[in-house]
């Protein structure tokens, strides 16, 4: 059967989504539900066999964990097996928002979700949709990103139809993604405390509340650990086509840096924020506004339009080497590896 889509644009629409997706999630079915960051690929997160669901339609790994959905600080608590002060008050200054804390799980949550771990990641997502799904549920939301396994994320319903259409029974359309790259994950569990996954409450935002800086992931990890977040895997976040980041001064140079990985240039497509070609020859080239926030909220789109275009390679602007772009480009370090 088609995948059916269901819009929120209007009051009554919003709804009747809620109580048809809040329906299938109750009976052990998978749905996709928009969020401020991208769109999610939603689960009963107290259901084993509902969550495994998840990974079949993803061809998700299974030590790759997925991150628990709430509505409340309530639900969150339910959730883990310690609530330290710090998760307080970062909840307090954060929270409904882009932050996902890591803490010990609690026994109701099954193996499946933290990928067999003794930790959990949890979040209090800002998006109205999907916190009054929650709510109408009653129970946690497990929810990866509504993609194929290391493929782009979705940030609007038309994206996530292209990926999954026909796997899945749902997809409720609210519209593009405010943020447009997935949360920062900070890790409570570790002394000290570190963000495993960058995104845009950054760095400095969180010392404000803990009062130090966060330690980051040191990128250098036990094979025989679980994972203890998402977005860890090298290869994650890519397009179908070959991306490269990388700077020039000119379109002499950066025809030369095409020319050098084995490409014409008339296939490569190029998104720039501050040097923008001609565009002379190139498949495309497109330009984000010269801002993290920006950027993070357009690049997803930018590759999907790429990949829809046939792009051979993608040639994206190097970034600068500031902590407000690191998430973006941990984002894109991660599509361009091989």
């Not at 400095?204 to 860890?232: C, D, K, Q």
């Not at 720039?272 to 984000?288: D, E, K, N, T």
Request: overall charge positive; some cysteine; glycine content about 8%.
């Amino acid at each position: 059967m088609p995948t059916e889509v269901l819009s929120t644009h209007t009051a009554a629409a919003f709804r009747v989504a809620v109580r048809r997706a809040a329906g299938l999630l109750r009976a052990g079915q998978v749905v996709a539900l928009p969020t401020e960051t991208v769109y999610g690929l939603a689960a009963n997160a107290l259901d084993a066999r509902a969550v495994g669901r998840i990974y079949e339609v993803k061809g998700r790994p299974a030590h790759n964990p997925i991150i628990v959905h709430v509505a409340s600080l309530e639900m969150a608590r339910r959730c883990v097996a310690r609530w330290p002060e710090l998760a307080g008050k970062l909840a307090r200054a954060f929270w409904p928002g882009p932050l996902t804390l890591v803490l010990p799980r609690a026994s109701q949550i099954p193996d499946i979700v933290t990928a067999g771990g003794p930790t959990v990641g949890v979040r209090w997502p800002s998006h109205p949709f999907i916190q009054a799904v929650i709510r109408e549920c009653g129970f946690p939301l497990a929810a990866p990103s509504a993609n194929l396994s290391s493929r782009l994320s979705p940030t609007t319903a038309e994206y996530v139809r292209v990926q999954l259409g026909r796997a899945i029974p749902l997809i409720v359309d609210g519209g593009p993604c405010q943020v447009g790259i997935e949360s920062t994950v900070l890790d409570l569990a570790a002394a000290p405390p570190r963000v495993l996954r960058p995104g845009m409450i950054h760095a400095a935002s969180l010392a404000a509340v803990m009062e130090e800086v966060p330690s980051p992931e040191s990128g250098v990890r036990n094979p025989e650990a679980a994972l203890r977040s998402p977005g860890l895997l090298p290869k994650h976040y890519a397009p179908k086509a070959r991306l490269v980041v990388r700077g020039w001064r000119n379109d002499a140079e950066l025809k030369a840096h095409i020319s050098t990985l084995g490409f014409d240039s008339d296939a490569a497509h190029v998104i720039a924020h501050s040097r923008i070609p001609s565009g002379a020859g190139l498949g495309s080239v497109s330009l984000i506004p010269h801002d993290p926030e920006a950027f993070a909220r357009a690049i997803y789109a930018e590759l999907h339009r790429c990949d829809e275009a046939g792009a051979g390679l993608i040639v994206v602007e190097a970034l600068p080497e500031t902590a407000e772009w690191r998430a973006v480009a941990d984002r894109l370090e991660r599509a361009a590896a091989p």
